[in-house]
């Protein structure tokens, strides 16, 4: 028993290791903090419902798999899409029969509200009926087949 004190007074004392546990706990917070700012470790967090610092490898490379398939995917969409479009013919340059009478009642219209300042009359023949009659300011009678 004195041989084995002996042997173990000769071996020197364990290192402290508050230095390097200290430092051990400074990487692992320089790494949360790295992690945190990372946007794929926080999109991946949010996507597993975890804290960013709890985020296991495994976890990270399955959200990073998905990320790539999406990612893909829209490129080759948007890349269909621009092909399909480029081949496309050319438009006509006129512009089409609705654009061409939407325009026409839309004219017809201004010219017609700023030109004519008519009353409506009323007359009773046989029997009564309201007739709409075009008139002018002063009441007289518009001719519709006459133009002024």
């Given at each position: 028993?004195?041989a084995a004190?002996?042997r173990?007074a000769a ?6 290791m ?10 692992r917070?320089q ?5 945190a700012?990372?946007p794929m ?11 960013v610092?709890?985020l296991?490898s495994?976890q990270?490379?399955q959200v990073?798999h998905?990320a790539v ?7 080759a969409?948007?890349?269909?899409l ?5 081949t496309?013919?050319?438009?006509p340059?006129?512009?089409s029969k ?5 325009r ?5 219209r ?8 008519d009353q409506t009359?009323v007359e009773y023949?046989?029997r ?5 009659v075009?008139?002018d300011?002063?009441g007289?009678v518009?001719?519709p087949?006459?133009?002024?």
């Open positions: 028993m004195k004190e002996t173990l071996v020197d004392p364990a290192p402290a508050s230095a390097s546990d200290a430092s051990l706990a400074d990487a917070r790494v949360a903090d790295a992690r700012a990372n470790f926080r999109v991946a967090a949010t996507w597993q419902r975890t804290p610092e709890a296991t495994e990270f490379e990073k998905w398939i999406a990612l893909a995917s829209a490129t969409l948007a890349t269909a621009a092909a399909v479009i480029s496309l013919p050319d438009r340059s006129r512009p609705l654009a061409r009478a939407a026409a009642m839309i004219a017809a201004r010219k017609t509200l700023r030109r004519i300042n009359r023949r046989d009564p009926r309201f007739i709409y075009p008139t300011a002063e007289r518009l001719n087949d006459t133009r002024r």
